[in-house]
């Protein structure tokens, strides 16, 4: 079992326990480095995130003002911004934390936009949904909506010239819990290698309030289930894949509900398929 879980790990490049405190802000400092490299690479001075109110969304949006803060310091110029956007279906359920994530963040600039009006007229232009069980339906829309999500995301960034950040991070790669070409499509994911636990760690390095570091992770894509948890999607908890994720004990139905899915999602991993 331990071999399997070394290779995956290796695979998704995951990052061993934070051993003590210092460990973790070696980290922080790290990738708030990778992501101002990112940018400076680039040529560009703006960054891009979708808030969702999610801790994942958070913590890269928390690197990313500091990455913002740190370069405007260095360079002496007010032009480096990060730009933070809340993408509501219509009214999200949980849009208090959502607010409460932005303004603990505080970005350079915070908009909105509701992709509702846009998910809505492309499914009705869809003749394949007639007739479509109201389950696979809304699913797919689910799926429609986190790349209608990055979109929006793209469109601002190319109207600001900058780039999109993404939230993916270990825990979610080994599921594939990720809409392919949705909120897995982006130019730079500074929490990729982490498990979950490490997201929330950084979060609190932050400050961030118990509240939306402690929050039941949900997707929130589907009208049929507002809300739903991961951990119900999965069929494993995200301290079972944890563990897995850094080579310790799990049950056996869990060690089997991971590999399962790791090798079932291996194709939102890897680019096309190419001759």
Do not use: W
């Amino acid at each position: 079992m331990q071999a399997v879980q070394r290779e995956i790990a290796e695979q998704l490049k995951v990052q061993p326990p934070f051993k003590d405190q210092a460990a973790l802000e070696a980290e922080v400092a790290r990738r708030i480095t990778f992501i101002q490299e990112c940018l400076l690479n680039s040529g560009l001075k703006t960054l891009v995130l979708g808030i969702s109110g999610g801790v994942d969304s958070l913590t890269a949006g928390l690197l990313a003002q500091r990455a913002m803060q740190e370069l405007r310091a260095r360079k002496g110029d007010q032009a480096y911004r990060f730009i933070a956007v809340r993408l509501p279906y219509e009214t999200q359920f949980d849009e208090h934390d959502a607010q409460a994530s932005v303004d603990f963040i505080a970005p350079d600039e915070r908009h909105t936009v509701n992709i509702g009006p846009a998910v809505k007229s492309l499914a009705s232009e869809v003749a394949a949904f007639e007739g479509k069980h109201a389950v696979s339906r809304d699913f797919v829309l689910g799926n429609t909506k986190a790349r209608m999500r990055m979109v929006a995301q793209y469109t601002i960034a190319g109207a600001a010239s900058g780039l999109v950040i993404g939230t993916d991070h270990a825990a979610e790669a080994v599921m594939g819990f990720f809409t392919k070409f949705g909120d897995g499509a982006c130019d730079l994911a500074p929490l990729s290698g982490l498990v979950k636990n490490q997201v929330r760690d950084i979060a609190r390095h932050f400050g961030a309030p118990e509240s939306l570091v402690e929050k039941i992770p949900t997707a929130d894509l589907e009208d049929l289930s507002p809300g739903k948890p991961d951990e119900a999607s999965h069929g494993v908890t995200y301290t079972e894949i944890d563990a897995f994720l850094h080579g310790e004990p799990v049950r056996d139905e869990a060690f089997r509900i991971i590999c399962e899915t790791y090798r079932k999602t291996h194709h939102k991993r890897v680019m096309p398929f190419s001759p």
